[in-house]
């Protein structure tokens, strides 16, 4: 792995200066586990370090959950890469077939789970629990991230600090991976307040008790336990954060730079462009159109037909999820070229940064995990009243679903929706057991991400996945 690789040559320079005799000083330059976790501020420093790792990669993250599905098609200006996604036929080569971001992130988090329960440092006591609980957290969506998208992956539960670590892990099945995610919330959950910070950006950019509640309830639906999904659903929509729906008529306000972070967040990836890391988000690169009076996107992906024929002109969400150019296209250089609406960045002058939020769990969604749940407990009834608060949000009226099996492809529908480009269709699909029947997509092992080929000519103790 391109992760293991770093972190062994890391570890054979501590190496270096661990032997005995002369050369058993270290350097004050070589930064070491038992050096570095000494104060309340090194804790803070190791555990942002985490969130950093789930900032990269933010189109990764999107390109998984919604590509090789009816969510994303190509343009005349997607690369190859992207034509693979649109099409579903994924190489273990393409250049979104790769974990190193995650990976790295978990040994952060193992670093932090591992070292700094032992810092003394008294000003740490009012927030170590916390600490840890955020770890928890970040490692199980980590591995959340991974399972859902390879299936079955290496688990790694410490860090990588000397040379006695096990560099080719062999793979674990999903429901030990399901495992751990769970035991990982759980810990999170007893560990995180509901409202942890006294700022908005880290109560929604951090992990609190509604987004390991709102994780917990997608992992139980992905394990089809519905009671503890709707169960713990309810915890989140009753939560003391005092979480809302925006009204309809602020849709937009959910995704724009300049009011991201609202009521109805639960948990999303900060980006800012006034900070170093806030022109990373590259969604905004790979969704807008090119830019004539500024500098916008590559228009690499675009809605579907299907998405587009899911939105009709009345639905409040519609313009918000998808525009046109239309005939006159400023600021952008072409016209009537449509493109996702959900990431336009923040413009200064000419120049557009790629800065928005990528939105996690928001309690739309958590709504709507509730009304599946109850809804396959044979509540149907009250599935209904969940639906259609989301129904009503948008704009379009009451379901006419009635039946059971009607409901749940009702529910299917609004999530389609609802939720279209964060990255949850090609994970509902799966799940439900619906990806053949709504994407025409036959091939069983497209059920699941290819291995990334360069980790599995590392590692000898990697299988690739079937059909790869």
Request: proline content about 4%; some cysteine.
């Amino acid at each position: 792995m391109k992760l293991i690789k770093n972190i062994l040559i890391l570890s054979y320079c501590t190496a270096i200066f661990s032997c005995s005799k002369v050369t058993d000083q270290i350097p004050d330059s070589i930064i070491t586990p038992s050096n570095f976790y000494k104060t309340a501020s090194d804790a803070d420093n190791a555990i942002n370090s985490c969130y950093d790792a789930l900032q990269a990669a933010s189109e990764s993250y999107e390109v998984w959950g919604d590509g090789r599905a009816d969510m994303l098609a190509s343009t005349d200006r997607s690369l190859s890469s992207q034509l693979q996604v649109a099409s579903g036929n994924v190489s273990s080569s393409n250049d979104y077939v790769g974990w190193g971001s995650l990976y790295g992130g978990i040994n952060r988090c193992n670093s932090v789970l591992k070292n700094v329960p032992s810092i003394t440092d008294p000003a740490l006591a009012v927030r170590k629990d916390r600490i840890l609980g955020e770890a928890y957290f970040l490692r199980a969506m980590f591995y959340f991230f991974l399972t859902r998208t390879y299936e079955t992956v290496p688990l790694i539960l410490e860090p990588y600090e000397d040379l006695n670590g096990n560099f080719f892990p062999a793979k674990s099945s999903r429901q030990v991976i399901f495992d751990q995610v769970e035991k990982d919330l759980k810990m999170a959950e007893s560990l995180v307040p509901d409202v942890p910070f006294t700022n908005l950006v880290e109560n929604k950019g951090k992990a609190s008790k509604g987004a390991a509640r709102a994780a917990l309830a997608d992992l139980y639906l992905w394990e089809k336990k519905y009671q503890q999904a709707a169960d713990i659903a309810n915890l989140v929509i009753t939560s003391p954060a005092n979480y809302s729906l925006v009204p309809g008529a602020n849709y937009a306000s959910i995704f724009s730079t300049g009011t991201r972070n609202t009521v109805e967040s639960i948990f999303e990836v900060q980006f800012n462009y006034s900070f170093l890391e806030g022109n990373s988000n590259t969604l905004t690169e790979l969704f807008l159109p090119i830019g004539g009076s500024i500098t916008a996107g590559n228009l690499r992906f675009m809605p579907s037909n299907a998405l587009m024929a899911a939105l009709p002109a009345n639905d409040n969400r519609t313009s918000i999820t998808y525009k046109n150019t239309g005939p006159n296209p400023a600021p952008y250089r072409d016209a009537n070229k449509i493109y996702v609406a959900k990431y336009q960045g923040t413009t200064v002058g000419a120049t557009l940064y790629y800065d928005n939020n990528r939105m996690v769990y928001r309690l739309a969604e958590v709504i709507l995990f509730r009304a599946e749940a109850l809804n396959e407990l044979n509540q149907t009834t009250a599935a209904i009243i969940l639906l259609n608060q989301i129904r009503t949000r948008a704009g379009i009226g009451v379901t006419t679903a009635v039946t059971q099996a009607d409901v749940r492809l009702a529910i299917e529908r609004e999530r389609f929706a609802e939720l279209a480009f964060e990255g949850k269709r090609y994970y509902d699909l799966i799940r439900t057991g619906r990806y053949a029947a709504v994407t025409g997509f036959t091939e069983v092992n497209w059920q699941r991400w290819p291995l990334p080929a360069l980790e599995v000519t590392k590692n000898p103790n990697l299988v690739q996945n079937p059909g790869y």
